[in-house]
């Protein structure tokens, strides 16, 4: 039986490297979210765009679906991801919040007038944390609630 140890762990180890060369549907840099299927956090956060006011946790409780897009005006793939939000908002009537992150306020807002505005309100989460609540890995980061503010699904990467 010794003998055959050593074939035995290589064999085991080829099935489950093969394994993981196979499960196509996953992305090898992707951490999985621990929030799909949990309510959106309790949270309020200033506006980014005048006159929108606070937004807070109930505005993604409001009874409709929605995407919560997480960016920064420094993030070059939300740059790149940007037109697609800005299509899904103004031609399929997509409701977009979005949230930058760890952005300055100057910024966001410079960010928004030079590419449009794809989102109903924008907010600020200038030092991360509800990004760190919603268990976000990376900008940018998109997540969609349903009408009862719950969690369903988490986009990584760009649209």
């Known amino acids: 039986m010794q003998r055959f140890l050593p074939l035995i762990i290589v064999v085991a180890l080829f099935a489950i490297f093969l394994q993981m060369m196979t499960d196509g549907d996953r992305n090898p840099n ?3 979210s621990v929030m799909v299927g949990k309510p959106v956090p309790t949270f309020t956060l200033p506006a980014v765009v005048d006159g929108e006011g606070e937004l807070s946790d109930d505005f993604l409780k409001s009874g409709r679906p929605m995407l919560v897009n997480f960016f ?7 740059r790149a991801e940007h037109e697609n939000l800005m ?4 031609e399929h ?3 977009i919040v979005g949230i930058a992150y760890k952005d300055r306020h100057a910024d966001a807002l410079a960010f928004l007038d030079e590419l449009g505005n794809p989102f109903r309100r924008t ?7 509800l990004a760190i609540d919603f268990g976000v890995t990376g ?5 969609v609630i349903d009408g009862n503010g719950m ?3 988490r986009h990584w990467g760009p649209l």
């Not at 920064?72 to 939300?78: E, F, I, L």
């Open 30 to 32: 992707e951490i999985k």
């Open 72 to 78: 920064a005006s420094w993030c070059v793939p939300c």
């Open 87 to 90: 299509k899904l908002a103004n």
């Open 93 to 95: 009537g997509i409701t």
């Open 123 to 129: 907010a600020l989460d200038r030092d991360g944390r």
């Open 139 to 143: 900008v940018p980061e998109t997540f």
């Open 151 to 153: 969690i369903t699904y």
